[in-house]
């Protein structure tokens, strides 16, 4: 294993590591993994490169499950997995939200979340499903926001079709490359820095919308406040 693995991410965030130990319950344990990630309050796990990493032992011969098979369960898990974020958010509402020192569930992330969906619409559903640790936090403040439960459904469903089989696929393709198969930690770690991209992009993007909306609008006249929005205003997708 390469020394930059092991400083980069515990043992249990190494796929590899982690469907080795697994050994005949590698898919079990991925769609365990995949189903609590998606939506269980617990956003720090493997999700991107574990996938990625199943597709290519799938394409090796190292887990003797049927490609399509795998697809299927994979979409089942991630999909089952936003419900339940869902419907976590949805009974227990803001009280996740009243800590304003916690680390994920702050109060100010229900409004940038609805500010996501005023933009994005329920399209922000397959979108956050590429940027790990907003895949779960996303479903609990559509949820505590009260979206409309079949519009949630269908574009969560659409997010889990591209997204489980996408990023498998990417790595049965992969999986017989040389270079990947001879530098597959390498690989895994790229595959979740190109992740993060995103996250950072929009983290940098809203800092400067916090800029400029303090420096107020550059003609010098009155600034209205945006009406804010539930998620379940977002009726015109």
Known sequence: MLPIVAMLMPS?????????????????GTLLVVFIECGVLFPILPGDSLLFAVG??????????????????????????????????????TSLFKNPNARFLKPKYIEQTHEFFERYGPRALVLARFVPIVRTFI???????????????????VGAVIWAPGITLL???????????????????????????????????????????????????????APKHAVTNNQND
């Not at 394409?59 to 976590?88: D, E, K, M, R």
Request: net charge positive.
């Open 139 to 157: 479903t609990i403040v559509a949820g505590a926001g009260k979206m409309d439960p079949k519009k949630f459904f269908v574009w969560t469903g």
């Open 56 to 93: 290519l032992f799938i394409a090796q011969g190292t887990i003797h499950v049927p490609l399509w098979l795998a697809c299927v369960l994979l979409t089942v898990a991630a999909f089952l997995g936003n419900v339940s974020g869902y419907y976590i958010g949805r009974a227990l509402g």
């Open 171 to 225: 790595g049965h393709a992969l999986g017989n490359v040389e270079f990947i198969h001879k530098n597959l930690e390498a690989a895994l770690i790229l595959l979740v820095l190109i992740s993060l991209i995103p996250m950072f992009v929009e983290y940098f993007l809203a800092r400067r919308r916090k800029r400029n909306a303090a420096g107020g609008p550059s003609d010098g006249g009155p600034k209205h406040a």
């Open 12 to 28: 249990w965030m190494n796929p590899e590591h982690l469907l080795t130990w697994l050994g005949d319950w590698a898919l079990w």
